[in-house]
């Protein structure tokens, strides 16, 4: 079992900044991408940002130049700084990990995250 909690959401004015962590624990041996999803008032959840275990980034294109992800491995953490939040950002953000282990792979999900932005 892989246990993710995020934290650093909260009520933000636009154009603030916030900073979303993501803590894997447990048996966290072969988790390979972690990943950022959001969810907005009455919308679907959506991918934000995903790290790869190389390195790799992606990005939502709503947010792309705003929002920066990273990944320590060797900590299993997963981090968002947002900058110039908009209120459409508004919405639970949830930390994902897929773990990847003996030719099976399983999902995990956090808890989520409330992130307001609104003057």
């Known amino acids: 079992q892989v246990q993710l909690v995020e934290s650093g959401g909260g009520l933000v004015q636009p154009g603030g900044s916030l900073r979303l962590s993501c803590a894997a624990s447990?048996?966290?041996?072969?988790?390979?991408?972690m990943d950022w999803f959001r969810q907005a008032p009455g919308k679907l959840r959506e991918p934000v940002a995903s790290?790869?275990?190389?390195?790799?980034?992606f990005y939502v294109d709503s947010v792309k130049g705003r929002f920066t992800a990273a990944r320590d491995s060797a900590e299993n953490t997963l981090t968002l700084q947002m900058n110039s939040l908009k209120p459409e950002d508004t919405g639970v953000y949830y930390c994902?990990?897929?773990?990847?282990?003996?030719?099976?792979?399983?999902?995990?999900w956090g808890q989520g995250t409330q992130v307001t932005v609104s003057s």
């Open positions: 994902h990990a897929r773990q990847i282990w003996g030719g099976s792979s399983t999902d995990y």
């Open positions: 447990g048996n966290v041996i072969g988790v390979s991408a």
């Open positions: 790290v790869t275990s190389h390195g790799r980034i």
